[in-house]
């Protein structure tokens, strides 16, 4: 139970008479990279946000570091969540602020540091994305890599023990889209943190992944490396791997 960072145990959700979660069970492993695949408009976001606690189950259990959060109070989770840091799928920065101020933002919100303090954090967070030379440019003046970069920063500004990664490829061009990737990659094995990904877009993904797990229908259908993901014979894994034209999988010849 130790090296299980996330658990959910039998998560179920529904808006109205659309149900969207049916009995998800899944464990996240301390210090590796989770991608959650699925269809577009599948329950993967619904999902993250019961995660960080943004929305509540109808019915099962979620376990962050060992506390059970469905039932907190406002105050109790709010401090769970300073366990996460979050890479949201637009980046979310601040237009009005310039790079330097969007990454010391929750620095200076949820920490009594002092403004010295802050620049060395912040100097080496932009330090760690490759950003530094531009701390003084605003987001609208960054190209959509550079934005999620920045926003990759903020994201670890507070030390966080879990990154939340939301379609961090999303509208890059496939260059792009490979240095986030590998980006993501490099930071994430110096900086041993638990990272937890959610995209369609498998074939970057599997770039990235110590485990998948492939959502379909509500439910956690299939959980293991990408070489056993590849391998599956599963029938609704193989049809988003041949939609998404995966080489190697099990039945597919491409």
């Given at each position: 139970?130790?090296?299980?960072?996330?658990?959910?145990?039998?998560?179920?959700?529904?808006?109205?008479?659309?149900?969207?979660?049916?009995?998800?069970?899944?464990?996240?492993?301390?210090?590796?990279?989770?991608?959650?695949?699925?269809?577009?408009?599948?329950g993967?976001?619904?999902?993250?946000?019961?995660?960080?606690?943004?929305?509540?189950?109808?019915?099962?259990?979620?376990?962050?570091?060992?506390?059970?959060?469905?039932?907190?109070?406002?105050?109790?989770?709010?401090d769970?969540?300073?366990?996460?840091?979050?890479?949201?799928?637009?980046?979310?920065?601040?237009?009005?602020?310039?790079?330097?101020?969007?990454?010391?933002?929750?620095?200076?919100?949820?920490?009594?540091?002092?403004?010295?303090?802050?620049?060395?954090?912040?100097?080496?967070?932009?330090?760690?994305?490759g950003?530094?030379?531009?701390a003084?440019?605003?987001?609208?003046?960054?190209?959509?890599?550079?934005?999620?970069?920045?926003g990759?920063?903020?994201?670890l500004?507070?030390?966080?023990?879990?990154?939340?990664?939301?379609?961090?490829?999303?509208?890059?061009?496939?260059?792009?889209?490979?240095?986030?990737?590998?980006?993501?990659?490099?930071?994430?094995?110096?900086?041993?943190?638990?990272?937890?990904?959610?995209?369609?877009?498998?074939?970057?993904?599997?770039?990235i992944?110590?485990?998948?797990?492939?959502?379909?229908?509500?439910?956690?259908?299939?959980?293991?490396?990408?070489?056993?993901?590849?391998?599956?014979?599963?029938?609704?894994?193989?049809e988003?791997?041949?939609?998404?034209?995966?080489?190697?999988?099990?039945?597919?010849?491409?």
């Amino acid at each position: 139970m130790n090296d299980i960072v996330i658990k959910l145990i039998d998560i179920h959700k529904s808006f109205g008479n659309q149900k969207v979660l049916d009995g998800i069970n899944l464990e996240i492993e301390i210090g590796k990279t989770t991608v959650i695949i699925g269809k577009s408009g599948g329950g993967k976001s619904v999902l993250l946000k019961h995660i960080i606690g943004l929305l509540k189950p109808d019915k099962g259990e979620i376990w962050i570091d060992g506390v059970e959060i469905t039932k907190l109070k406002e105050r109790d989770l709010n401090d769970v969540r300073k366990k996460f840091g979050m890479l949201f799928q637009e980046a979310a920065l601040f237009d009005s602020m310039d790079v330097f101020d969007n990454v010391a933002f929750p620095l200076r919100e949820h920490t009594r540091m002092t403004e010295a303090e802050i620049k060395g954090i912040v100097e080496d967070r932009l330090k760690q994305v490759g950003l530094l030379n531009v701390a003084e440019k605003i987001p609208s003046e960054l190209s959509g890599g550079m934005r999620k970069r920045v926003g990759l920063a903020r994201a670890l500004s507070l030390d966080p023990a879990i990154i939340l990664f939301d379609e961090p490829t999303s509208a890059l061009d496939p260059i792009i889209s490979l240095t986030i990737l590998d980006l993501i990659k490099e930071t994430r094995t110096y900086l041993k943190k638990t990272y937890l990904v959610i995209s369609h877009d498998i074939l970057g993904m599997f770039r990235i992944a110590d485990k998948v797990a492939m959502l379909s229908n509500g439910r956690i259908i299939e959980y293991g490396t990408p070489l056993e993901i590849r391998q599956s014979t599963n029938d609704a894994t193989m049809e988003f791997l041949r939609a998404t034209k995966i080489p190697g999988f099990a039945g597919g010849d491409l």
